[in-house]
C-alpha cells in the first residue's frame, strides 16, 4: 500500500515524527548561566507543531501544553535536541510528546533534561476545528502510549 493511501486510512507516528537541534547561546540563559524554562517551552511548542502539522498537513494552533518536566538543567553552549512524536488523535486533536535531550559538545556526554505533553488542534481557514487522520501505533511503546492515553479520556469520562 501506498503512503498516499495509508495516510487516508491512517498514519503511523513514524511518518510525522521531528527532530530539531539547537544551540543554548548566553541570550538564551538566566543569571546561572542556564537555559531560561521559557526559551525552552518555545522551541518544544515549534517542535510540537511541527509533528501535528505533518500528521495533518494542516494549520495547526496549541491547544494546551499538559505538562513539562525540567529533569535536568541545560547549560550554555550545549546543544538542546527535541524529539517530538504524536502519541493519540481524537476527533480535532493530536497528542504530542517532546523529549529533550541536551548535549555537551566538549565531552559528547548527551541526557534527557526535559519531557512534555501539549494538545493541537487541526483548523481550517476559519480558525475552526476540522478532523485529523487517525493515529495508527506501531510500535511496542506507541501501543502502550496510545492505550494509556485512551484510558485516561475513558477515566475523566468516567469520572464527569
Ligand atoms: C483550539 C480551538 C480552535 C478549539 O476550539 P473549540 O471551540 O474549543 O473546539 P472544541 O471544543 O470542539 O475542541 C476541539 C478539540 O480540542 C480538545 N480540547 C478542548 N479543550 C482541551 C484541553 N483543555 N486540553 C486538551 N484538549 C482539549 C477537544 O476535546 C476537541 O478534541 P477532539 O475533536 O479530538 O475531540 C480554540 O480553543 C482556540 O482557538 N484556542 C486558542 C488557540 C491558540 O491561540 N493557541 C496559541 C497559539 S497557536
Do not use: Y
Request: glycine residues 4%; hydrophobic residues 45%; aromatic residues 4%.
Amino acid at each position: 500500500m501506498s503512503e498516499k493511501s495509508i495516510g487516508s486510512l491512517g498514519k503511523k507516528p513514524s511518518i510525522s515524527e521531528v527532530e530539531m537541534t539547537e544551540l543554548v547561546l548566553p541570550n538564551d540563559a538566566n543569571i546561572l548561566g542556564n537555559l531560561l524554562g521559557g526559551r525552552l517551552m518555545h522551541w518544544i511548542d515549534i517542535a510540537a507543531a511541527i509533528a501535528a502539522s505533518r500528521h495533518c498537513n494542516k494549520a495547526v494552533v496549541t491547544r494546551a501544553m499538559e505538562s513539562l518536566d525540567f529533569k535536568k538543567p541545560v547549560h550554555v553552549g550545549d546543544i538542546v535536541i527535541l524529539k517530538a512524536k504524536l502519541i493519540w488523535t481524537g476527533r480535532t486533536s493530536m497528542k504530542i510528546m517532546v523529549k529533550v535531550f541536551s548535549e555537551n559538545l566538549k565531552t559528547g556526554q548527551t541526557m534527557q533534561t526535559n519531557e512534555a505533553f501539549l494538545t493541537f488542534v487541526a483548523v481550517d481557514d476559519n480558525a475552526k476545528p476540522v478532523p485529523v487522520p487517525a493515529l495508527l501505533p506501531d510500535t511496542v511503546e506507541e501501543i502502550f502510549m496510545f492505550q494509556k492515553q485512551e484510558d485516561s479520556i475513558n477515566d475523566s469520562r468516567m469520572n464527569r
